[in-house]
């Protein structure tokens, strides 16, 4: 059984933690580990897996490699999305990199929460049974309330234990049906997670989207090996129809079953979501940080930097990051993403990236900033090194505050340590590297006409970016 990782998802509505360039499955909300971590460690334990298969944007290439690393994955593939065509081509792009047709495919969402691994791992071993008699299989998550943010999923008749053929996907339902839905017990919330074998996935999806099929193979068959990474073709892909795995085949297929899961499941998809599946006070509330409440109940309160005070509230989310404060009633998080739609319209940086920005190399975080200077804190991990390169509008004075840099500027090479600096003028083609064992930081003073991260010009560089 092979775990595909899907990870397209930009995750708008935990902003202003989750941006397009850092969304929601590369952050640790719920444990020390990220999502994206936790969703292959939560499989720890089940018998038979063979090396995972990522599907990510490709803007997130070094951060899923990097965390995957961090967690001693190892997987059989990154495959990278050039243009998001929702989950159907991304399971298709897996399902034609499998080794066998025979392999079973455990399709998972990278960004969901389950919290009793063990009722996982009894409804995945007996979906692997079902794959592998060519059903193709979905888990519907057991209700616990009427909820109308979910789809869902009408079982019909009982074909092996607890495996039910699939009467009907449903869309989201208003509050009245969803109460009926609960009562019934013949509705299970719809997980997108799913078990088939690659050749009953490709079997079916050729039966009913034959377009998208051939779209996949043959951005697959132009794909370019890059480092860790399976680059798809831009162009052809961006021609592939874009659909989910429901749409494109579960709701059509006579194949189809769904297994029920009552494991603690919980996508994430809304700060009152997150609240749901996070410790509480006594009081009711979820507090992540330098937090303090006088008379205040039920409220989500993050802090990533600073002091967060909070007096007589209720039922409120409050987000402080470093260039951000979010504040919205619990009962209209879902709205999150009219602030994100704003932003973007505004070409408002905020939508996309935090202050802290990471690179392959490790990170930086823009400190203070004006019209004509920039101030970073570099850091960057024991070997790694930033692409040779110049600007031609800024100069840069680093000052390294811990470790040892090794510098190229021009035709020479220097090494600096703690507390010494140099000077790159501009137009100066130079690079940065850590020769050390512990990670080097460095502050970095820009100064010239234009700052902007688009004036660089790489002339080679270790991570494929030139």
Request: proline share 4%; glycine share 6%; with cysteine.
């Amino acid at each position: 059984m092979i775990p595909v990782i899907l990870s397209g998802g930009s995750g708008t509505r935990l902003w202003p933690l989750s941006r397009g360039q850092y969304p929601k499955q590369f952050l640790p909300l719920i444990a020390k580990h990220t999502m994206v971590q936790d969703t292959l460690q939560r499989l720890d334990g089940l018998a038979g897996l063979q090396a995972p298969i990522a599907v990510c944007n490709e803007d997130h290439r070094f951060i899923m490699a990097e965390q995957l690393r961090e967690i001693d994955a190892h997987p059989a593939a990154i495959i990278l999305e050039p243009v998001g065509k929702n989950t159907a081509p991304a399971v298709a792009v897996a399902a034609l990199t499998a080794a066998s047709a025979e392999d079973v495919l455990l399709i998972l969402p990278a960004d969901h929460v389950i919290l009793d691994t063990v009722a996982f791992h009894k409804a995945v071993m007996q979906a692997k049974l079902m794959a592998k008699q060519g059903f193709l299989v979905t888990f519907g998550v057991v209700p616990t309330e009427p909820q109308t943010g979910y789809g869902y999923i009408k079982s019909g008749e009982l074909i092996a234990h607890s495996a039910m053929k699939v009467a009907a996907f449903v869309e989201k339902p208003d509050k009245a049906t969803a109460v009926q839905y609960l009562q019934s017990g013949n509705y299970f919330w719809n997980s997108g997670m799913f078990a088939f074998t690659a050749g009953s996935f490709l079997q079916e999806l050729e039966k009913f989207h034959p377009t998208m099929l051939a779209a996949c193979k043959k951005a697959l068959a132009a794909a370019k090996a890059d480092m860790d990474f399976v680059r798809l073709d831009k162009a052809l892909f961006s021609a592939c129809p874009a659909d989910s795995i429901d749409y494109a085949v579960m709701e059509k297929t006579d194949k189809a079953v769904v297994i029920p899961l009552d494991a603690g499941w919980n996508d994430v998809g809304s700060w009152s979501a997150l609240w749901d599946v996070t410790a509480k006070d006594t009081a009711g509330n979820a507090i992540c940080g330098d937090v303090f409440t006088v008379d205040s109940t039920n409220s989500f309160i993050y802090s990533e930097n600073k002091l967060v005070t909070v007096i007589g509230v209720h039922d409120l989310v409050i987000v402080e990051t470093s260039d951000a404060v979010m504040v919205a009633s619990k009962d209209r998080v879902q709205d999150v993403k009219l602030i994100v739609d704003q932003l973007k319209k505004l070409g408002r940086s905020e939508a996309q990236t935090h202050r802290k920005v990471y690179r392959p190399w490790g990170h930086y975080d823009s400190v203070d900033s004006g019209d004509r200077h920039q101030t970073k804190r570099i850091v960057v991990k024991p070997g790694a090194k930033l692409s040779l390169q110049k600007h031609h509008h800024r100069a840069e004075h680093w000052v390294v505050v811990k470790g040892t840099a090794l510098v190229s500027k021009g035709d020479e090479q220097i090494l600096i340590t703690e507390n010494e600096s140099t000077y790159i003028p501009l137009g100066v083609v130079h690079s940065l590297e850590n020769p050390g064992v512990i990670p080097l930081e460095i502050v970095e003073v820009q100064s010239g006409s234009y700052l902007g991260e688009d004036d660089i010009v790489r002339f080679n560089d270790q991570y494929g970016r030139v």
